[in-house]
T-cell receptor
């Protein structure tokens, strides 16, 4: 069975500071990994995904994430936070062998202080 | 191209009633997944449909059911509503439902059970 753990339900950073949102996964088979963002009163939208190849994945709005198999992690980072980054972020995993199911973490709400 | 459309946007029901939620996927998308989102729990997978067939189901009681029509539109039904069913219900579509595909989410139906 697959699962996702996001460390920290709330993270607060100052504008211009580094953003680091942590995600660890559990999977018995090589996973596909995703980060989605949810702005208030909206559905989720994809930030980035790791399927194969380069382990450092770049996404939209300056975000990137690195797949570390040895640590079973897929942490999301952004060098400099902007006020518009305030949202809820979800890490997700799906089974590379099929299953037709994407499993989401509990989410991390990011607050950005002026 | 229109996005994923969910109706209604808000619903208020009382315990014991039943409810039907509707989802229209992006044109051409044949896979529809449903999720329940509650604060602190993240997104919990309900089920996935492809070509009118349920291919996977999450760990929810039988009161939760769904179906998909030949035009890929999907409905989910919750019977004998309980207070704990209050949540945001999200629908997501993708082209084929493959594990490496991006999910496109609707804005959700906010269900309140009184």
């Amino acid at each position: 069975a697959q699962s996702v753990t996001q460390l920290g339900s709330h993270v607060s950073v100052s504008e211009g500071a580094l953003v680091l949102l942590r995600c660890n996964y559990s999977s018995s088979v090589p996973p596909y990994l995703f980060w989605y963002v949810q702005y208030p009163n909206q559905g989720l939208q994809l930030l980035l995904k790791y399927t194969t190849g380069a382990t450092l994945v770049k996404g939209i709005n300056g975000f990137e994430a690195e797949f570390k198999k040895s640590e079973t992690s897929f942490h999301l980072t952004k060098p400099s936070a902007h006020m518009s980054d305030a949202a809820e972020y979800f890490c997700a995993v799906s089974d590379r062998t099929g299953g037709f199911k994407t499993i989401f973490g509990a989410g991390t709400r990011l607050f950005v202080k002026a | 191209k229109a996005g994923v459309t969910q109706t209604p946007r808000y619903l208020i029901k009382t315990r014991g009633q039943q409810v039907t939620l509707s989802c229209s996927p992006i044109s051409g998308h044949r896979s529809v997944s449903w999720y329940q989102q509650t604060p602190g729990q993240g997104l919990q997978f309900l089920f996935e449909y492809f070509s009118e067939t349920q291919r996977n189901k999450g760990n929810f009681p039988g009161r939760f059911s769904g179906r998909q029509f030949s035009n890929s539109r999907s409905e989910m039904n919750v019977s004998t509503l309980e207070l704990g069913d209050s949540a945001l219900y999200l629908c997501a579509s993708s082209l084929l439902g493959d594990s490496n595909e991006k999910l496109f989410f609707g804005s959700g139906t906010q269900l309140s059970v009184l």
